[in-house]
């Protein structure tokens, strides 16, 4: 029954919102339907079509709160004749909604809390404690992007092509985020958060469903390919007492032949299809370590050509620090560290993630004081406790073989 009600509720806001536009009132009604589903099913059983009992219910809690203003009777009647009528489009709808929630007006934060509450059906409690964050915060989050996208109610339509080719970015864009957290977390105790990762994927798999046959179909499935072939890793990242566990020495017997399996076919469908975007070519990415039974078999000159390829299509600054890092297997630690010592992003001022590229390169160049200087100084700029431990176990270990 909860995995009914978690697949139907996303599709039937999506069909209230369509109807009726006003997100608020329509998220309150389907929450008080969700409630007397949760009631009823488990006396009666899951209905055939929980989607439009769902939406069925929730309408009519609108209709009884609107029936209160008179002035308005006639209208609100109207749309509960509507409501009832007509099968439910939930890939379309689903869809609708994602784009919905990302809309370019709201601010990617809010963008991420709104899908995580509208489209995945997490709770806000739920959601503040993937996010590490407060949870009066991501409610506030969530109310204010409501607000906002009531005001801009015109807006919410199933897009036609242009407006989702415009703004499907923005949703690849907010998966991202929310499988990169659920992946590795930014911050606390756990180095992942499976719930945030598994709610990306299911997402990703929604829209790459909703895509199928369309121009745009290519990019959403490279970016389901990448989650799946990152996530297949998910056991060996780790050891018995939580511990990071780095590429190179995971136990790769470990890593989840079925979504490797999975994410390899969905990436070579979209290379053979068509040109790749960024998801595309970090997918192959992926895949290529994947086809390595061992670490010392990866093929890092394919590695390092597909990474110059990403940097082309998309000069992100985390692609051009990873992009050394293959660039380091290929030529050696020393011209990495040279184009490390050039690389000048703005986006990277700060991040942990540079100390901790430069201090593998100087260990693998044999400059054991500039990797212990740099493990110690990741350690300190990362807010995730595994990474912390993980960096100073190795500053310890090099400076200790130095």
Avoid at 44 to 64: F, H, I, M, Q, S
Avoid at 294 to 307: G, H, I, K, N, S
Wanted: hydrophobic share 45%; aromatic share 2%.
């Amino acid at each position: 029954m909860i995995e009914a009600l978690r697949e139907a509720a996303p599709v039937a806001l999506a069909v209230l919102v369509r109807r009726h536009r006003d997100f608020d009132a329509c998220e309150d009604a389907l929450q008080e339907a969700l409630l007397a589903a949760s009631r009823i099913w488990a006396a009666d059983g899951v209905p055939d079509n929980p989607t439009g009992w769902l939406v069925t219910t929730a309408t009519r809690r609108l209709v009884e709160g609107v029936r209160r203003d008179t002035a308005r009777r006639r209208r609100e009647e109207a749309d509960a004749r509507r409501a009832s009528e007509g099968a439910v489009g939930a890939t379309d709808d689903t869809l609708a909604l994602l784009l919905l929630c990302c809309h370019p007006a709201l601010r990617v934060p809010s963008q991420v809390a709104l899908t995580l509450r509208a489209v995945g059906g997490l709770t806000t409690a739920e959601i503040a404690r993937g996010l590490l964050l407060p949870e009066p915060t991501v409610a506030q989050r969530i109310s204010r992007a409501k607000a906002r996208l009531t005001e801009l109610g015109r807006a919410f339509e199933v897009p036609d092509a242009g407006q989702r080719r415009d703004r499907l970015p923005a949703v690849l864009a907010v998966l991202s985020v929310v499988f990169t957290e659920g992946h590795t977390a930014s911050a606390g105790e756990t180095l992942q958060r499976t719930d945030l990762a598994d709610e990306a994927i299911r997402l990703a798999r929604v829209l790459a469903a909703a895509l199928e046959g369309a121009p745009e179909h290519g990019e959403a499935a490279g970016l389901l390919a990448l989650m799946l072939l990152t996530d297949a890793r998910r056991a060996a990242r780790t050891g018995p007492d939580g511990g990071l566990v780095p590429l190179a020495e995971q136990d790769r017997t470990r890593w989840d032949p079925a979504r490797m399996a999975e994410g390899t076919a969905l990436v070579t469908a979209v290379l053979r299809d068509g040109v790749p975007g960024p998801y595309t070519v970090q997918a192959a990415i992926a895949a290529v370590h994947a086809e390595a039974g061992r670490a010392q078999d990866t093929d890092w000159p394919q590695v390092l050509a597909l990474y110059d390829t990403l940097v082309g299509l998309w000069p992100d600054p985390m692609a051009r620090l990873g992009r050394l890092v293959a660039l380091g297997e290929v030529h050696g630690p020393a011209a990495a560290l040279a184009e490390l010592d050039a690389l000048d992003e703005p986006g990277l001022r700060g991040h942990h993630r540079v100390a901790a590229v430069r201090a593998h390169l100087a260990e693998a160049a044999g400059r054991p004081d500039e990797a212990v200087a740099a493990y110690r100084e990741a350690a300190r700029r990362t807010a995730s406790a595994p990474e912390r431990a993980y960096l100073l176990d190795r500053a310890s270990r090099v400076g200790g073989t130095g």
